[in-house]
């Protein structure tokens, strides 16, 4: 008994130790690549996770220049294209600057300036010098028309940007039409239509529809004109001022007889008339520019007498007494 515990404590040794020497031999044959292995993953996401920070980093540049850019209503196109090349592949950021940078152009053509250049309130220029000749408007035109093109082949066939491609597709109509080549802009309009219809755009697909309905409408370009090129509005007439009724003043009816007329000055309490400032006035009477007469002093009246009672004034009727009406005697009491 003793015996066979003996060899069964041998064989669970050797046993152990066998496992042991395995273990050993593993480590040895493969701890080497799989440490490798594990090290590579981990640099791998390391890596992954870095990528991902400096591309969302990038964006957040390319797009914060390019509001930088395109804020302040007078962008400059060739600043928006650098900005376009700098950051192309990031984003959409390359394609919204080259469409800006398109409409700005297409904004000078329109007004006929060069870019940059801003008109006064009534549509006028600072300098003719600003002004767009034929040669420069057709190479503003070309320029326009590059860009557009450039985004639609871009954004046109790619899932997610067909804002952008339809965005395109209407520049290209309107420089189609500014050459007075409808077919061209007739082309453009329904591309803008089948790519709204794949993109469920049902605004931008009756917009695009009644564009083409309108295009011979357009086939003759309508001048604008400024402000200042306008005809001159007549001026209203004047009011007519109201007469005054009445017969007022030596010059007849009307305001010009009363304002001729003297002013009572409130503040002489003889109640004596004041000249206005023309001069004085005319007396009913007599003929403009002769000097009126003085007026002749009034009598003094005469003493009075002593003994004698005042008289009333001469030219006035005496004041009548008071008449008193009769009383019947009273009547003695007892009768």
């Given at each position: 008994?003793?015996?066979?515990?003996?060899?069964?404590?041998?064989?669970?040794?050797?046993q152990?130790?066998?496992l042991n020497?395995d273990?050993?031999?593993?480590?040895?044959k493969?701890?080497?690549?799989?440490?490798?292995l594990?090290?590579?993953i981990?640099?791998?996401?390391a890596?992954?996770?870095?990528?991902?920070?400096?591309q969302?980093?990038?964006?957040?540049?390319?797009?914060?220049?390019?509001e930088a850019q395109?804020?302040?209503?007078?962008?400059?196109?060739?600043a928006?294209?650098a900005?376009?090349?700098?950051?192309?592949?990031?984003?959409?950021?390359?394609?919204l600057?080259?469409?800006?940078?398109?409409?700005?152009?297409?904004?000078?053509?329109?007004a006929?300036?060069?870019?940059?250049?801003?008109?006064?309130?009534?549509?006028?220029l600072?300098?003719?010098?600003?002004?767009?000749?034929?040669?420069?408007?057709?190479r503003?035109?070309?320029?326009?028309?590059?860009?557009?093109?450039?985004?639609?082949?871009?954004?046109?066939?790619?899932?997610?940007?067909?804002?952008?491609?339809?965005?395109?597709?209407?520049?290209?109509?309107?420089m189609?039409?500014?050459?007075?080549?409808i077919?061209?802009?007739?082309?453009?309009?329904?591309?803008v239509?089948?790519i709204?219809?794949a993109?469920g755009?049902?605004?931008?697909?009756?917009?695009?529809k009644?564009?083409?309905?309108?295009?011979?409408?357009?086939?003759?370009?309508?001048?604008?004109?400024?402000?200042?090129?306008l005809?001159?509005?007549?001026?209203?007439?004047?009011?007519?001022?109201?007469?005054?009724?009445?017969?007022?003043?030596?010059?007849?009816?009307g305001?010009?007889?009363?304002?001729?007329?003297?002013?009572?000055?409130?503040?002489n309490?003889?109640?004596?008339?004041?000249?206005?400032?023309?001069?004085?006035?005319?007396?009913?009477?007599?003929?403009?520019?002769?000097?009126?007469a003085a007026?002749?002093?009034a009598?003094?009246?005469?003493?009075?007498?002593?003994?004698?009672?005042?008289?009333?004034?001469?030219g006035?009727?005496?004041?009548?007494?008071p008449?008193?009406p009769?009383?019947?005697?009273?009547?003695?009491?007892?009768?």
């Amino acid at each position: 008994m003793d015996e066979r515990q003996q060899q069964i404590r041998e064989g669970a040794g050797l046993q152990e130790s066998r496992l042991n020497t395995d273990f050993i031999d593993f480590v040895q044959k493969w701890g080497g690549p799989f440490l490798i292995l594990c090290a590579v993953i981990m640099a791998a996401w390391a890596g992954w996770n870095w990528w991902q920070k400096r591309q969302a980093e990038q964006i957040d540049a390319a797009f914060a220049q390019y509001e930088a850019q395109s804020a302040g209503g007078n962008a400059s196109p060739e600043a928006l294209k650098a900005v376009a090349e700098e950051f192309e592949g990031i984003g959409s950021v390359s394609m919204l600057a080259r469409l800006e940078a398109a409409d700005v152009y297409v904004t000078s053509i329109r007004a006929g300036v060069k870019t940059g250049v801003t008109l006064s309130p009534d549509g006028t220029l600072a300098s003719p010098d600003d002004a767009l000749t034929q040669e420069e408007r057709t190479r503003l035109i070309e320029q326009a028309t590059a860009l557009y093109q450039r985004v639609m082949d871009k954004a046109g066939g790619s899932s997610g940007k067909g804002l952008i491609a339809i965005r395109a597709g209407y520049g290209l109509a309107a420089m189609a039409e500014c050459l007075g080549d409808i077919g061209a802009a007739r082309g453009h309009y329904e591309r803008v239509v089948e790519i709204a219809e794949a993109n469920g755009f049902d605004n931008h697909v009756t917009l695009a529809k009644a564009r083409l309905e309108s295009l011979d409408e357009v086939a003759t370009p309508v001048a604008l004109l400024s402000l200042a090129e306008l005809a001159v509005r007549p001026a209203p007439p004047a009011p007519e001022l109201p007469a005054v009724p009445g017969d007022v003043g030596p010059a007849g009816p009307g305001l010009t007889g009363w304002l001729e007329q003297p002013v009572m000055n409130p503040f002489n309490p003889e109640g004596t008339p004041s000249v206005p400032s023309g001069g004085p006035a005319p007396v009913p009477g007599t003929e403009p520019g002769a000097t009126p007469a003085a007026p002749e002093p009034a009598p003094a009246p005469e003493p009075a007498t002593p003994g004698s009672e005042p008289g009333p004034a001469p030219g006035t009727e005496p004041a009548a007494e008071p008449s008193v009406p009769p009383t019947e005697p009273a009547t003695p009491p007892g009768r």
